[in-house]
């Protein structure tokens, strides 16, 4: 079992940035990819970025390329979502998931999710 916490979402001009974090509890977390995924109000959940359990291997969304970066430290169970560059329709509540995943996009591979954090970014 895992559980996790995300923390780290605000209200933010546009231009400017945020960190989200997830903590993870769990002893399994290294073993597991993680990903980032958001919703915005009237639309479906939808992928933002992944990290496989070795923190060698990334993918991001064609949305927030170049202006994103996941990364990952197993050895305090916490992935991090660096955000700059914000822009008003990157406003959603974001939600941190865990699981060992083949298709690192598809929000059915994962196992365990957060509650999420909200992310409003002003024009």
């Known amino acids: 079992q895992v559980q996790l916490v995300e923390s780290g979402g605000g209200l933010v001009q546009a231009g400017g940035s945020l960190r989200l974090s997830c903590a993870a509890s769990g002893r399994t977390f290294s073993s597991y990819a993680m990903g980032w995924f958001r919703q915005a109000p009237g639309k479906e959940r939808e992928f933002v970025a992944a990290?496989?359990?070795?923190?060698?291997?990334?993918d991001y969304a064609d949305s927030v390329k170049g202006r994103f970066t996941i990364s990952r430290d197993n050895a305090k169970n916490t992935v991090y979502l660096q955000m700059n560059s914000l822009k008003p329709e990157d406003t959603a509540v974001y939600y941190c998931?865990?699981?060992?995943?083949?298709?690192?996009?598809?929000?059915?591979?994962?196992?365990?999710w957060g509650q999420g954090t909200q992310v409003t970014v002003s024009s």
């Open positions: 990290i496989r359990w070795s923190g060698g291997s990334t």
């Open positions: 998931a865990a699981g060992r995943v083949v298709y690192i996009r598809e929000l059915y591979e994962y196992d365990y």
